[in-house]
């Protein structure tokens, strides 16, 4: 089964910047053929997706709301996607999940299509 597991969380203050990484592990051998998208839940708030990358890296999605401010990359060789993100505000305060399905095409951003799920890494825009 395909693992991931998510780091670079963390408190920052607004307008700062971040990158989280969601590395791959367990049954890699499809990792080449996942797409991996990046949720977050804040308190009280449902899921939503943030961003995905297809499997070669060249298809890309993002949310309106990070548009701009967020930039997700893969780098296939060390089995990771990475999230940059520049400019938070506060409202960007949440969990921030990765997940990964098997597939091609440009991915959507429903939760519900991924079947493979990280644990999650805390992301504090304050001041």
């Known amino acids: 089964q395909l693992q991931l597991v998510e780091s670079g969380g963390g408190l920052v203050q607004p307008g700062g910047s971040l990158r989280l990484s969601c590395a791959a592990s367990?049954?890699?051998?499809?990792?080449?053929?996942?797409?991996v998208g990046w949720f977050r839940q804040a308190p009280g708030k449902e899921r939503e997706g943030v961003s995905a990358?297809?499997?070669?890296?060249?298809?890309?999605n993002y949310a309106d709301s990070v548009k701009g401010r967020f930039t997700i990359s893969r780098d296939n060789a060390k089995s990771t996607v990475y999230l940059q993100m520049n400019s938070l505000k506060p409202e960007d305060t949440a969990v921030y999940y990765c997940?990964?399905?098997?597939?091609?095409?440009?991915?959507?951003?429903?939760?519900?299509?991924?079947?493979?799920w990280g644990q999650g890494t805390q992301v504090t825009v304050s001041s």
């Open positions: 997940a990964a399905k098997i597939g091609s095409g440009i991915p959507g951003l429903k939760s519900d299509d991924y079947p493979y």
């Open positions: 367990g049954y890699t051998w499809n990792w080449k053929s996942a797409a």
């Open positions: 990358v297809s499997h070669s890296g060249d298809g890309v």
